[in-house]
């Protein structure tokens, strides 16, 4: 599902000089709690913030990375990046907005992914494994209900809509980003809706290159990037944003195709038959889910899993795409900022 978008195509985009060229409007006026700068007490500030947390896995003992920004009481948002096998990385356009609202925020890179343990061992490309991951991470952050706040976006939306599922009674607050609850239901608008907008000949030719599982071959990425700046990320790939072709490069590919499969046309790896929308009702904490008009996702799939959640609410970005916090930011990070707040205020 995410951005884990292109397997090769860090090797297409990683030339010198990319800047990034998304435009935005800061957030609404900074409310900065007393304190969000004082880091005494903390016993991350040796290191700026960043840790190293020991999980305990069925195929053994790791360590994860995870990195805190500022400090409030109130609100702690945990990210959870997609891929699977992505990184924390393109999260850190965050980083110009959420310290200004006063929200602490914390940069997590999943097992397997790049500042994390790398293990090369297919019992842990598991989601209910990933689950008690994070509920791991949780406890070494002291994480709570009181102001426990989880971001998913892409894989992640899976991973935190299963987090819910199993371990409500620790969230305050959930936000789905860009993943819709079922992926043979995004399978079916990919195959749909997705790729009769594709030129015939260069989709008869991506599914060739599958069947051959030539998904290596420099020619599959140059085919799949047009899709890829339509409904990823809505700008030309040599503009894309330095944390975006950062995190891309750093994709663990035995991660990400076994579970999402070799792109984000549809998804055909471990994955493929997960369905949690019969169940997004036991959810009981407030879910914001985000969907976008250009995403890979449906957005219309995405606005009535909002109405399914008993404290559901539905950002849509207009001009967005799988990565709307980029090509639609101001209102993603807005509507973000204003779930956090109306949440704690218990509106």
């Not at 890179?109 to 598991?126: K, T, W």
């Amino acid at each position: 599902m995410k951005l884990a978008g292109s397997l090769l195509l860090s090797s297409l985009l990683l030339v010198s000089g990319i800047t990034a060229a998304a435009q935005s409007s800061p957030p609404a006026q900074s409310t900065l709690p007393a304190g969000y700068f004082d880091h005494a007490g903390r016993d991350d500030v040796l290191s700026g913030g960043a840790r190293m947390i020991p999980i305990h896995t069925p195929a053994g003992d790791f360590k994860v990375w995870t990195k805190r920004v500022g400090n409030n009481p109130r609100i702690k948002l945990l990210l959870l990046h997609g891929g699977p096998g992505a990184t924390h990385e393109y999260f850190e356009a965050f980083d110009s907005f959420l310290p200004a609202a006063g929200i602490e925020y914390y940069y997590y890179d999943q097992l397997g992914s790049a500042y994390s343990d790398q293990p090369d061992d297919p019992r842990l490309l598991d989601t209910a494994r990933f689950v008690e991951e994070v509920e791991q991470v949780r406890q070494a952050l002291k994480l709570d209900q009181s102001n426990f706040y989880l971001l998913g976006h892409s894989w992640g939306g899976i991973l935190a809509t299963e987090y819910a599922l199993k371990y409500p009674q620790h969230l305050k607050g959930l936000i789905i980003s860009n993943m819709m609850s079922s992926i043979p239901a995004y399978n079916d608008y990919a195959h749909k809706v997705l790729e009769p907008k594709m030129d015939p000949a260069a989709l008869a030719e991506i599914k060739q290159l599958e069947k051959d599982k030539r998904f290596d071959d420099p020619r599959y990425m140059e085919l799949l990037l047009p899709h890829y700046e339509a409904h990823v990320l809505r700008m030309p790939a040599t503009q894309w944003p330095e944390p975006v072709n950062r995190s891309f490069a750093h994709i663990n590919k035995k991660v990400y195709v076994p579970m999402q499969g070799p792109s984000e046309l549809g998804a055909s790896g471990i994955l493929a038959d997960w369905d949690r929308t019969a169940d997004l009702g036991k959810i009981p904490v407030p879910t914001l889910v985000i969907g976008a008009r250009h995403d890979t996702m449906d957005p219309a799939y995405m606005e009535m899993m909002s109405k399914r959640l008993p404290k559901g609410r539905y950002l849509f970005c207009p001009e967005g795409s799988h990565m709307a916090m980029y090509d639609d930011q101001s209102i993603y990070v807005n509507g973000l900022i204003d779930f956090l707040r109306d949440t704690d205020a218990g509106r």
